[in-house]
């Protein structure tokens, strides 16, 4: 069955780049507590991101953990679950697969679309279809950039960090 846990990606403020890397340090740490206690799913989250706690980079996250867990040997172990008001681009949830990430939840941008038909901002659509077509979308975006690079399905794109810098 599947064991999930959520680990916060937050950071100190007032810590500033020590804080950062004490943040990764100690998400590294508690992701192999986890592992160790039989978790299967580790959902990287920053929703408790206030004005002590800013959200570590949702890229830096789990391209660090990702790596962290190849090292330790226990990568195949555990899927990462993104869950960050940062990604709501096709771009942005194309290198989050791509450096380990195998779901999204982009929170945020999620939560403005249904803001928006409520407020009236976007009109002759629901909450709900709006959320699916920008779903649709991003699914279709991503599919898009794998098949550029010769990739037929998304799990070999998972992980494979094949991006060049242009």
């Known amino acids: 069955g599947f064991n999930a846990i959520t680990l916060p990606i937050l950071f100190r403020v007032d810590e500033g780049s020590q804080g950062l890397e004490a943040a990764m340090n100690n998400l590294c740490d508690e992701a192999d507590r986890a592992i160790a206690g039989g978790a299967n799913l580790l959902i990287l989250s ?20 990702h790596h962290h867990l190849i090292r330790r040997g226990s990568r195949t172990r555990v899927s990462l679950l993104v869950e960050s008001g940062e990604p709501r681009e096709t771009h942005h949830f194309a290198l989050l697969l791509g450096c380990g990430a195998s779901a999204i939840n982009p929170y945020l941008a999620l939560e403005t679309l249904e803001n928006m038909c409520f407020q009236g901002i976007m009109t002759g659509i629901t909450p709900m279809k709006a959320v699916k077509n920008y779903i649709k979308a991003a699914v279709k975006g991503v599919v898009k950039v794998a098949s550029k690079m010769g990739i ?5 794109y998972c992980g494979a960090q094949i991006f060049e810098a242009v």
Do not use: F, Y
Not at 51 to 58: K, V
Not at 152 to 156: H, K, P
């Open 46 to 65: 920053d929703r408790d991101v206030d004005a002590e706690n800013a959200p570590i980079p949702a890229l830096l996250a789990v391209a660090g953990l």
């Open 152 to 156: 037929s399905t998304i799990q070999s």
